[in-house]
C-alpha cells in the first residue's frame, strides 16, 4: 500500500475493466490500447506507474529485498491493469479477428466512432490552443496519418534490429491512434516474430523472444518517462499532440476499405495496404454502420464519466 493503486475491490474491479477495454483495443490492428487509457483518464497514473518501475526497484529485486522493490513500484495498479488487459487479450483476440475477417464494416464503424469521441473528450482537456499546441496538434496529426499510410520495408533478421523492433513496436503501443503490431508490419518484423511464436520454445527462437521482450522493456521504461515528462512540463501541447496522433489514425480506421497490396506472411494471403472508399449506398449498410459509429461515441462519453465519478485511486 505505500505506492499509488487501488485502494477498494471496487476501484481495482473498475482499473481491470479499463484495463479489459484497453486489450480488446489492442486486438485490433490500427488501434491502440493507449487510446482508450487516455479517454479512461489512466494514461498518466500508467505512465507514473511504468516509470515507478525504476532501477532502485530493479536493485532491491536483486538483492531479494521483495518488499522493498514492492514499495517502489506502483504494483496494484500494475497488476489490476495488465490482468484486465491479459483477459481481454485472451478471450478477445480470436473474435476480434472473426468480427474484422466477416464483418469488417460494422466492427470498423464502432471503432470508428470510438475515435472520434476520444479526440473530442481528449481535445476538451486542452485547457488553451496557443500556437505551439496548435502546431503540436498539427504535427502529430500529419505524422500519425503518414504512418498508417506507409509500406512494408525489407529489414535484417538480426538480434540488433529485432531488439529495436521491440522499442518501437512498444512505443507505439502507449501512444493514442497508433497499433505496435502494426509498426511491426511497417519494419517488416511482423511475419517473422508470428513465425517464431509458432515454436517458441526452440533454442534459437527463445533468444529471439528474449531479446524482442529486451527491446519492450527498455522502450516502455525510457518512453513512458519521455511521455510523463511532456505531459508534466508542456501538458497542453502534449495533450494537443496526442489528439492530432488520434486524428490522423482515423486514415486506418475508415470503414470502407479496398485492397491495394496484397502479400503472402506465414502462408497467408494478407491485406498490407489498404485504400479508403465511399459506400456503394446508404442502405442498409451505411445507415447500420452509422448507428454503429454513434453507439461507440455515446460509449467513450459515457467512460469518461465513469472515470471521472469513479478514480482509479
Known sequence: MANSGPDSARSAVLLGLKGACMGAADTVPGVSGGTIALITGIYEDLLAAVKSVNLRAIGRLLRLDIKGAAAEVHLRFLLCLFFGIGLAV????????????HHPVPTWSLFFGLIAASIWAVGRKVETWSAAAAAAFCIGAVGAYLVVGMMPARTPETLGFVFLSGMLAVCAMILPGLSGAFILLILGKYEFILSVLENPFLLEHMAVLGVLAAGCAVGLAGFARVLKFLLDRYHNSALAFLTGLMLGSMRKIWPWKEPAVTEEIHGKLMVIQEKNVLPDSLWPEPAFA????????????????????SPAD
Not at 485472451?90 to 475477417?101: Q, R, T, W
Not at 452509422?290 to 461515441?297: I, K
Open 290 to 309: 452509422a448507428l454503429l459509429m454513434t453507439a461507440g461515441f455515446v460509449l467513450v462519453i459515457g467512460l469518461g464519466l465513469l472515470s471521472r465519478t
Open 90 to 101: 485472451i478471450s478477445l483476440a480470436h473474435l476480434m479477428n472473426y468480427l474484422l475477417a
